[in-house]
Nanobody
């Protein structure tokens, strides 16, 4: 089992930045690829970014490419999502997940509880 806890969400104006963190506990963090997803009420949970176990390979949704950066610190059992140039369309609950590398929900076995990000126009 892996327990995941997101933090760093909040309210920011359009054009601003936030950094989300995902702290992992339980089984060995670097056994897992990690990912970020986001969801709005009544909508499907959508892929945002993924990072390999070593951190050497990353992937992004087209909607965030060039604005968001995923990273991890295996020594601290923590993953990050640096979000720059935020847009109102980025408003969502953001979830971190642990599993295998990829952009599909079925790639991931473990999920956090989510953190709210709200971008005002």
């Amino acid at each position: 089992q892996v327990q995941l806890a997101e933090s760093g969400g909040g309210l920011v104006q359009a054009g601003g930045s936030l950094r989300l963190s995902c702290a992992a506990s339980g089984r060995t963090f670097n056994n897992y690829a990690m990912g970020w997803f986001r969801q709005n009420p009544g909508k499907e949970r959508e892929f945002v970014a993924t990072i390999s176990r070593s951190g050497g390979t990353t992937g992004y949704a087209d909607s965030v490419k060039g604005r968001f950066t995923i990273s991890r610190d295996n020594g601290k059992n923590t993953m990050y999502l640096q979000m720059n140039s935020l847009e109102p369309e980025d408003t969502a609950v953001y979830y971190c997940a642990a599993g295998t590398y990829g952009s599909k929900r079925y790639n991931y076995n473990y999920w956090g509880q989510g953190t709210q990000v709200t971008v005002s126009s």
